[in-house]
C-alpha cells in the first residue's frame, strides 16, 4: 500500500503565508515527479507545481514569484511554500507523485486526501 499523507493547510489571510507538507509512505521503490494540484469550488483540479527527483520545477503562471516548491528525497516528502496569498487561491489542494512499488514493472499516479487552504480577511 501507498500513502500520501498531507498537512499545513487552513485559514491565511490576503498577503499572507502557508506551508503545505505531504509525506509519501508504503511499499514504494523509486518517485519520480510530485506535486500540487488545486480544485477550487466549482473548477476543474489544476497543476499549481511540479517537481522531479532531480528537482527540476514546473509552476502554473498564476503563482510564479509566489509560491516555491521543493522535495526532500531522503523523506519521500514534498513541500509547497506559498506566499502573498491571494483570495483566489482558496481552494482544496492534492499531492500528487508518480511512483514505482516494488515489485512493479510500471509507475503509477498516487494522490493525497487533499488540504483545505482559504484566503480571507
Known amino acids: 500500500q501507498v500513502q500520501l499523507v498531507e498537512s499545513g493547510g487552513g485559514l491565511v489571510q490576503p498577503g499572507g503565508s502557508l506551508r503545505l507538507s505531504c509525506a509519501a509512505s508504503?511499499?514504494?521503490?523509486?518517485?519520480?515527479?510530485m506535486g500540487w494540484y488545486r480544485q477550487a469550488p466549482g473548477k476543474q483540479r489544476e497543476l499549481v507545481a511540479t517537481?522531479?527527483?532531480?528537482?527540476?520545477?514546473n509552476y502554473a503562471d498564476s503563482v510564479k514569484g509566489r509560491f516555491t516548491i521543493s522535495r526532500d528525497n531522503a523523506k519521500n516528502t514534498v513541500y509547497l511554500q506559498m506566499n502573498s496569498l491571494k483570495p483566489e487561491d482558496t481552494a482544496v489542494y492534492y499531492c500528487?507523485?508518480?511512483?514505482?512499488?516494488?515489485?512493479?514493472?510500471?509507475?503509477?499516479?498516487?494522490w493525497g486526501q487533499g488540504t483545505q487552504v482559504t484566503v480571507s480577511s
Open positions: 508504503g511499499t514504494i521503490s523509486t518517485i519520480n515527479v
Open positions: 517537481i522531479t527527483s532531480g528537482g527540476s520545477t
Open positions: 500528487n507523485a508518480n511512483l514505482r512499488r516494488w515489485g512493479a514493472r510500471q509507475s503509477s499516479a498516487y
